[in-house]
């Protein structure tokens, strides 16, 4: 998410998430922290969106809850976003407005033309947004595919135009700023799938992103090629298959879609399944495949199953694992590097610094990736004659401004991790939660629940322990032993009249430090003191 800003009028571009780490326990996805826009809610005249990928657009049904403005986007964008929105009951709210590369919009003091780029959605943009400071050129995703599977190479001749006006700043996409060479083009992997169908003995399995619309198309082509006929599996993916069909986007022949349970009936070398879960999702497709949980489909002995997508940082553990267990249930797997059944959507070093020597900007920000990205691509400018107080390498939340035509790095405004965690948004799942989660999953929990006397301090009766996610039931229940009588001596040694938290806390320290000594883990332990 970008906000940019001129007197009182502010335009945002892009939403998106981003996947958690393995760390952070039971959240579902990370979105941009906009607390800074809050205070300013009647200036935000509207959002674009450059296209319809997860990490651009999966945050605005949150978004668009706090500041109700219109979005702008492709038509693809647009269809990605109303299956977003209707999931989440606010495609009847929103504002939703078609904009086509080479429009001119004017939205307040912004004139915005969006410009196609080539990346692994159809209907991808960059955007030139000219304002009284000067002209912003934003990449988007990029690449310079020359045989783009749509037809659809990026708009040269309107990057030339930009550079004829004189570019303030380029942004631009950083992500494989660490890659030599540049970026196969999209027809490679059609070549991979091609292989692969020829040769799978049985049924194939590809698992993609749902809104992966060309690599979806790429798929049904390679399969018709080969006789097979194409089942759905995943929601979101059925229902961005739905949406792309009506729109034009994809062109699948009458007869060739069929359901899981049509499939039953045909040779296995006669289908292919089109499922989620690429990432190893715990609840998508591909998971529930590996643990032989899914209700209408089962790894067969001759499945081929193909992971078409990149690996997100963070998700090589899941990953790793599910494709074990697919191995394990007799399936082939096949991904990236084994094959070429993914190339990436994003720019490499030459093609970055084919877009800044077209463009020539006085200024450039690095945007998309880690800081090690960020830093690469600065050098790369660096290396193409741009000067370093030119380019502003920053992390989210800081602020740029333009003072004549140079840039200047502003204090970072608060922010920080948004974790969303079923209807939890925010403040009710924050980092000390994630913490005790961590705790949790580390070490296990101890919960004492003790009858106590204040007047007397005293114990009443028996104390009750329980353990859970420590130790083997044998091992936990030998060790409770000892750590009831450990309350029971905490309890005599209390003074009379001591208030129930601060015997809580007695019992609270004194069990941590057994089980410290006992284990050398420290589990979470829970004291609670009833009294009459």
């Given amino acids: ?46 959002i674009v969106i450059t296209h319809g990928h997860e990490d651009h657009i999966g945050a605005l049904p949150h978004f668009l809850r706090e500041f109700p403005v219109p979005v702008y986007a492709t038509r693809l964008t647009l269809g990605l976003i109303e299956v977003k929105l209707r999931q989440a009951h606010l495609v009847s709210r929103a504002n939703l407005n078609l ?55 990026t708009d040269f001749a309107k990057l030339a135009e930009f550079a004829g006006r004189g570019v303030l700043v380029l942004m631009a996409d950083s992500t494989n700023s660490t890659e030599p060479g540049t970026t196969p083009s999209e027809r490679v992997v059609t070549e991979a799938l091609d292989e692969v169908m ?8 590809l698992a993609t992103f749902a809104s992966l619309i060309s690599r979806i198309q790429q798929a049904v082509d390679v399969a018709i090629r080969y006789g097979r006929k194409v089942a759905i599996a995943g929601t979101t993916m059925a229902e961005n298959v739905k949406m792309a069909l009506r729109l034009g986007y994809l062109r699948i022949p009458e007869g060739t879609l069929i359901s899981l349970g049509e499939m039953e009936y045909l040779p296995p070398a006669q289908c292919l399944v089109l499922a989620t879960g690429a990432q190893g999702e715990p609840t998508a497709v591909l998971s529930r495949l590996a643990l032989g949980q899914h209700p209408s489909l089962r790894i067969l ?67 998309h990736g880690e800081l090690r990205h960020l830093k690469q691509h600065a050098k790369l400018a660096m290396g193409l004659g741009i000067p370093a107080e030119r380019i ?37 799942v924050g980092p000390a939660v994630i913490r005790d989660r961590e705790t949790l999953a580390m070490a296990g929990v101890c919960v004492a ?50 208030p129930p938290a601060t015997v809580e806390q007695r019992v609270q320290s004194a069990l ?14 829970i004291a609670l003191a009833i009294t009459d």
């Fill in 1 to 46: 998410m970008m906000a940019v800003e001129y007197g009182r009028d502010i335009l945002v571009v892009d939403a998106g998430l981003m996947f958690p780490e393995s760390d952070m326990f039971g959240v579902d996805y990370i979105i941009p922290d906009y607390s800074y826009l809050r205070d300013k809610a009647d200036r935000v005249l509207a």
């Fill in 99 to 153: 904009m086509n590369p080479g429009d001119a919009l004017q939205i307040g003091p912004f004139r915005v033309e969006p410009f196609h780029v080539c990346h692994s959605i159809p209907d991808t943009v960059g955007l030139g947004i000219t304002t009284p400071a000067g002209l912003i050129v934003h990449s988007g995703d990029f690449k310079f595919d020359h045989t783009p599977v749509d037809g659809q190479p």
């Fill in 198 to 205: 020829r040769r799978a003995p049985g049924r194939v399995i």
């Fill in 301 to 367: 002995p001759g499945d081929t199953v193909v992971l078409s997508s990149h690996t997100i940082p963070g998700n090589e553990e899941l990953i790793h694992r599910v494709i074990n267990r697919l191995f394990q249930k007799g399936a082939d797997v096949i991904y990236h590097p084994l094959a070429p059944v993914h190339v990436s959507g994003h720019a490499s070093q030459e093609e970055q610094k084919l877009l800044l020597n077209i463009l020539r900007p006085r200024n450039f920000v690095p945007i």
């Fill in 392 to 428: 502003a390498v920053v992390e989210n939340g800081y602020v740029l401004s333009f003072r004549g035509d140079r840039i200047q790095v502003g204090e970072r405004v608060p922010g920080g991790y948004v974790f969303v965690d079923g209807t939890w948004v925010g403040d009710a």
């Fill in 449 to 498: 629940v003790f009858r106590y006397d204040p007047r007397r301090g005293a114990l009443i009766g028996t104390p009750r322990l329980t353990m859970r996610g420590f130790a083997a039931h044998h091992v936990a229940e030998e060790m409770l032993t000892e750590a009831r009588d450990i309350v029971r001596r905490v309890l005599q040694e209390t003074r009379p009249g001591s």
């Fill in 512 to 525: 941590v430090e057994f089980f410290y000594q006992r284990t050398k883990n420290r589990p979470e332990v």
